[in-house]
């Protein structure tokens, strides 16, 4: 068997540059000033870690609940902000996939509940396996997402 496995933000999906407006808004909110390379560079990486990179790069302390607001203002900007789009090549290559019967997988950084509604919102019947930062200890970059997916694709 043969698979697949696809990132959502930026490689099937256009809200690369949307999850990065909405943190460094979010993290203007705490007089943190990360710049858009600076996120660039760590994107789809659990917002934990995000919070905790940015802060240790810019050498400020935060609390637990510092960084659960840094977050809260982060979902909110997205949530005003975002417009679900899709690269209109994916479609197309999705069905290509799957008419050749390859197995197709989706390991996002987002949350489980972002990641399950845009997939059966916009991509119904195309995944056989979706993993969010929610199902792994450790997020990407790590390898954990991706080792995750290869074994419940049975690989």
């Known amino acids: 068997m043969q698979a697949i496995i696809f990132d959502m933000d930026g490689v099937i999906t256009q809200s690369m540059r949307c999850h990065i407006l909405a943190w460094l808004k979010a993290f203007n909110e705490f007089n943190i000033k990360p710049t858009y390379k600076d996120l660039a560079m760590i994107e789809g990486m659990p917002y934990k870690e995000t919070i905790d990179a940015i802060s240790k790069k810019y050498s400020v302390k935060l609390t637990e609940k510092q960084k659960q607001a840094i977050h809260s203002h982060k979902k909110e900007y997205m949530r005003k902000m975002f417009k679900f789009k899709v690269y209109s090549y994916v479609i197309k290559i999705f069905n290509l996939f799957k008419k050749n019967n390859l197995k197709l997988a ?50």
């Open 106 to 155: 989706v390991v996002s950084g987002a949350n489980k509940d972002f990641v399950r509604n845009a997939v059966e919102k916009h991509f119904p019947d195309v995944f056989d396996v979706i993993l969010s930062s929610d199902d792994v200890k450790k997020g990407k970059p790590h390898p954990d997402p991706y080792l995750k997916a290869l074994h419940k694709l049975h690989l």
